[in-house]
Nanobody
Framework: QVQLVESGGGLVQPGGSLRLSCAAS????????MNWYRQAPGKERELVAG????????TYAESVKGRFTISRDNNKNTVYLEMNSLKAEDTAVYYC?????????WGQGTQVTVSS
């Protein structure tokens, strides 16, 4: 089954950290770039970070540069998002994403809430 499954979200205080994981199955993970998006209530979904197939290059939204790190383990078919110095404005549902040959695949999302 072709799917992405996110995990690792939760409630964290401002300044705290979380590590999100996205487990992929049903396709050749190492052949595709991977992305993390997020969608806050009332806002459009936005690209947070992206990583190339072998992990040699990464990109970040300006709002998360220096605080978030995307990485991947092609042996485990998993992409990660390490989030540090979290702010209230990081509160959102986080989704991983891959553009396959014939479709764009999304996970179900994981909720991240930053609040004291």
């Amino acid at each position: 089954q072709v799917q992405l499954v996110e995990s690792g979200g939760g409630l964290v205080q401002p300044g705290g950290s979380l590590r999100l994981s996205c487990a992929a199955s049903g396709f050749t993970f190492s052949s595709y770039a991977m992305n993390w998006y997020r969608q806050a209530p009332g806002k459009e979904r936005e690209l947070v970070a992206g990583i190339t197939r072998a992990g040699g290059s990464t990109t970040y939204a300006e709002s998360v540069k220096g605080r978030f790190t995307i990485s991947r383990d092609n042996n485990k078919n998993t992409v990660y998002l390490e989030m540090n110095s979290l702010k209230a404005e990081d509160t959102a549902v986080y989704y991983c994403n891959v553009k396959l040959a014939l479709r764009v695949l999304w996970g179900q999302g994981t909720q991240v809430t930053v609040s004291s």
